[in-house]
């Protein structure tokens, strides 16, 4: 059905302009009724979309601030592949109190996310020490040198509990105010170990040595491997060091 299938959220409802930043999805800004949001577009199933919309309306009763689903007239929160999401505003961290500011966040996330089940088809990258794919990772694809090393670093995690992870920080997901920090785009997340996620600039999670080392070797092997193959990917891993 593609974009016809935005009348499911009402008669009042305009596509404005398309907006940056996204490689697997087509993401626009509407209005509806008068109000800005945002629509996504892309090949996530059924079952992927049930996910991630439960979560986001999981965090957004935890108080978190994100894009928050909003329903058709019928109640549905997705068809045919597309989402409609209120619009957050707010600008990138910038400082290193910012980014302490988000690692606050994030680990707010972790906790209120304990227990929850895997994203469909996706595997994590403790299931990944034994395990070759997983959605969009295919360690066969990658060199064997290169899986070795990766899995020698998220060996390291071993034992760790696990939580949703947003699963891409980088300052364009990122919305604060002086009196919030909000995380969008989730098109990342799934259940990992929460390292993953806080291996921020300037070790704003407040890490000793050793434990920074851990999330930043396991964080850049996991952007290695779910990108592979392009230059980001290629840079990434030889961040990871040799076995």
Do not use: K
């Not at 996620?197 to 999330?215: E, Q, V, W």
């Not at 850049?220 to 290629?234: K, L």
């Amino acid at each position: 059905m593609g974009w016809e299938a935005l009348g499911r959220w009402g008669d009042d409802v305009t596509r404005i302009e398309p907006l940056t930043g996204g490689v697997a999805n087509d993401v626009w800004s509407v209005r509806i009724d008068g109000r800005p949001a945002v629509a996504r577009l892309g090949g996530r199933g059924d079952a992927d979309l049930a996910w991630e919309t439960s979560l986001l309306q999981h965090l957004d009763r935890a108080g978190l601030t994100v894009p928050v689903p909003l329903a058709t007239t019928d109640g549905r929160l997705f068809v045919d592949g597309l989402v409609v999401m209120t619009y957050v505003e707010g600008g990138p961290p910038s400082t290193p109190a910012d980014w302490r500011r988000v690692a606050d966040t994030v680990r707010e996330l972790h906790r209120v996310t304990h227990g929850w089940p895997q994203r469909p088809g996706w595997r994590s990258s403790l299931d990944l020490l034994r395990a070759s794919s997983g959605t969009r990772i295919d360690l066969d694809a990658m060199p064997a040198e290169g899986v070795a090393r990766c899995r020698a670093a998220w060996a390291r995690l071993a034992g760790r509990p696990t939580c949703v992870v947003h699963g891409d920080l980088n300052p364009r997901n990122i919305r604060m105010t002086g009196a919030r920090v909000a995380l969008i785009d989730w098109d990342e997340s799934h259940v990992d170990v929460p390292e993953l996620d806080l291996a921020l600039p300037g070790n704003a999670a407040g890490f000793d040595a050793d434990a920074y080392d851990i999330a930043a070797q396991a964080s850049a092997a996991w952007q290695a491997a779910v990108c592979w193959d392009d230059d980001y990917s290629r840079r990434r891993l030889a961040e990871v060091r040799p076995v």
